[in-house]
């Protein structure tokens, strides 16, 4: 028999109880700096050495955290389904999970590319680097001669991977939602494409801005949030 499949999206609150900081919620990211200082073009054309530090300091810091259960849970689904993740995060913690089919939305952290124009549509035609957990600083070049900035998505930018994320969710029997305000566009609006009867579980210990007939709400934190949604999976099996 085809296993089913599940498609899940996560945002920064899976990687909480890792120690990462998610960026809405109160000491967040976003509330200790300002997301237009950091995440946009204009920020690295302004002041790149204080986008490099904050990318440096988030590597870094990356080395140092180890993937929670929640991610492992995760990975475990693969046992059963036909799992692929979607994430917004830049961590690498679905991967260090054992996760194998992950869609980095807004990039990754442990990758660099030189810097283009304003618009790089495709990230596929362009030149990617490991970095592992390495810091880059101004001056630091790729193979063509361009200055090194992090391979991730900031705000005003294309986000190149969407259309494999859409046709995931378009074929998925089960879309699972864990830990993410749903405040940033395209990844907020993938549960639109899901089928109409297809059920969408979400985690998140908060109120959610997700207001639709399918949903089913786990009011909880990642880790036990996952416990719960295979007890339900389970059962309705
Ligand atoms: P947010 O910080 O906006 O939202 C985090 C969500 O996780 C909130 O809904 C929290 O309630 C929830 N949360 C907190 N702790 C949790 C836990 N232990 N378990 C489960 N959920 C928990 O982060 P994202 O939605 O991921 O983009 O943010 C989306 C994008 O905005 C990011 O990818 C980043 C940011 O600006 C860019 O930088 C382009």
Redesign the pocket.
């Given at each position: 028999m085809k296993r089913k499949k599940i498609a899940v999206l996560?945002?920064?609150?899976?990687s909480?109880?890792s120690g990462i900081s998610?960026?809405?919620?109160s000491n967040?990211?976003?509330e200790n700096h300002k997301?237009e200082e950091i995440?946009t073009l204009q920020a690295w054309k302004n002041n790149m050495d204080g986008v490099l530090d904050f990318y440096n300091k988030r590597r870094k810091e990356l080395q140092n955290v180890r993937p929670n259960e929640?991610h492992l849970a995760i990975a475990g689904l693969e046992k059963d389904y036909d799992v692929c993740v979607i994430t917004?995060?830049?961590d690498n913690l679905h991967e260090r999970a054992g996760s194998s089919k992950i869609i980095h939305?807004?990039g990754e952290l442990t990758k660099v590319r030189p810097e283009q124009g304003v618009y790089e549509k495709d990230f596929g035609l362009m030149e990617v680097f490991d970095i592992g957990y390495a810091p880059i600083v101004r001056g630091d070049l790729a193979p063509n001669g361009k200055q090194l900035r992090p391979h991730?998505?900031?705000?005003g930018e294309a986000v190149p991977n969407i259309e494999k994320a859409i046709e995931t969710v378009s074929a998925t029997d089960i879309f699972l939602i864990?830990?993410?305000?749903?405040?940033?566009y395209p990844?907020a609006g993938l549960y639109r494409y899901a089928r109409f009867d297809t059920p969408i579980y979400l985690?998140?210990?908060?109120d959610?801005v997700l207001k639709d007939k399918r949903m089913i709400h786990i009011r909880?934190?990642?880790?036990t949030?996952m416990q719960t949604f295979m007890k339900m999976i389970n059962e309705s099996e």
């Open positions: 996560s945002g920064a609150g899976v909480a109880e998610t960026f809405r919620d967040g990211l976003w997301p995440a929640a917004q995060n830049i939305l807004h991730v998505v900031w705000f864990v830990g993410t305000s749903l405040a940033v990844a985690i998140d210990p908060k959610t909880e934190k990642a880790v949030g």
